[in-house]
């Protein structure tokens, strides 16, 4: 308890999955947080069990791929909380369309979804991080930006974008004690993921793909994207952290 006492922190995608584990996780460690999604509801229920348990929240319907909702989150959170010390980019989207088959729309939505909503994130809360005297960034890529993924040519390649841009991130603004890392989670079990997972068969063969013999949880990336964020990792920036049961490790 206590990792985050003081800090204030922006999620993205945190109606449910890994962004709704990670505010709830920086809450009970002390944080407060400003929470965004599209999806209005939910994100006030994530506000709300915050709440009942002590913690401090506020919430945004958010399209992350909007400068000015940028602009206006970033304000808004200032104005509540007076500093931004962590940014969380979890928001993000899938698309497994064969490569011939993808439209130049299709591309560039996955690409917009998955990059640009980090680079506009990064932009508008880096100088108050720099105000404050640093901060930690962490992007939320994939295993697919690690390796070539059969069948998701534009989901690979924004999140090898995402695994890259960080690493600029990370060494421009070292120097103002503003620390950036990119988490790669493997084959966890969220929302996103609910429907490949449906299929008995096809679980157990993701399952084979890692050494530790189970689906990873959203738990599991909360935990790695809150050492991250806290002042434990005080000397690490510019890494790429693979939350993946072992599978780089074959």
Not at 139 to 165: D, E, F, H, Q, W
Not at 186 to 195: N, S
């Amino acid at each position: 308890m206590g990792r985050l006492d003081n800090k204030v922190a922006i999620i993205t995608g945190a109606a449910g999955g890994m962004g709704k584990a990670d505010a709830l996780l920086f809450a009970k460690e002390g944080a407060k947080v400003a929470i965004t999604d599209l999806q209005e509801d939910k994100i006030q229920e994530v506000v709300a069990e915050i709440t009942a348990a002590g913690g401090e929240a506020i919430g945004f319907k958010h399209d992350v791929t909007s400068e000015e909702g940028w602009i206006n989150i970033v304000n808004e959170t200032v104005t509540k909380f007076g500093k931004i010390d962590i940014l969380v980019n979890n928001a993000g989207v899938s698309n497994a369309t064969p490569f011939l088959d993808l439209t130049v729309e299709g591309f560039e939505k996955t690409m917009s979804i998955n990059v640009t909503s980090i680079f506009l994130g990064q932009k508008y809360v880096i100088p108050h991080m720099i105000e404050a005297g640093g901060g930690s960034i962490v992007n939320i890529s994939s295993i697919a930006g690690l390796t070539g993924g059969s069948g998701a040519g534009p989901y690979t390649a924004s999140k090898g974008a995402v695994r890259m841009l960080t690493k600029a991130t990370a060494v421009d603004y070292a120097k103002h004690n503003i620390r950036a890392n990119s988490v790669h989670p493997g084959y966890i079990e969220t929302p996103m993921t609910v429907d490949m997972f449906k299929d008995e068969r096809m679980t157990q063969w993701f399952q084979s793909q890692t050494p530790l013999p189970r689906l990873g949880k959203a738990e599991d990336i909360a935990n790695g994207v809150l050492f991250l964020a806290s002042d434990e990792s005080s000397y690490i920036t510019g890494v790429e952290l693979p939350i993946d049961g072992g599978y780089f490790a074959k």
